[in-house]
């Protein structure tokens, strides 16, 4: 599984921004998928997940409210829409896969997830 995130970029506090991944797998609806963000000199953290179906979310209580993870399994894409962006979002974005065979779980762990995308940027001012 190859994943490519992308949508990252320069903003200013209270902007907004939409991350996107996209697999190189055909069975995607078999894989929950993950957000993670990383910060120079902070350990990798968890951001926001969703189940294979996407009929479950989860977030971090930094980001409850403001982000959104969503997909489209006929796109192969998992999405994560940040809105009311702040300094401290400023960090690497990578989205993560697991296969499962629960169809409405989601991870929340690092060490939970065996696929990861190369990470987009996201940094903003304030």
């Known amino acids: 599984v190859q994943l490519q995130a992308s949508g990252g970029g320069l903003v200013q506090a209270g902007d907004s921004l939409r991350l996107s991944c996209a697999a190189s797998?055909?069975?995607?609806?078999?894989?929950?998928m993950g957000w993670f963000r990383q910060a120079p000199g902070k350990e990798r953290e968890f951001v926001a997940a969703i189940s294979r179906s996407g009929g479950v979310t989860y977030y971090a209580d930094s980001v409850k409210g403001r982000f959104t993870i969503s997909r489209d399994n006929a796109k192969n894409t998992v999405y994560l829409q940040m809105n009311s962006l702040k300094p401290e979002d400023t960090a690497v974005y990578y989205c993560?896969?697991?296969?499962?065979?629960?169809?409405?779980?989601?991870?929340?762990?690092?060490?939970?997830?065996?696929?990861w995308g190369q990470g987009t940027q996201v940094t903003v001012s304030s």
């Open positions: 993560a896969a697991r296969s499962t065979n629960i169809r409405e779980r989601y991870y929340g762990k690092t060490d939970e997830y065996g696929y």
């Open positions: 797998v055909r069975t995607f609806y078999n894989y929950a």
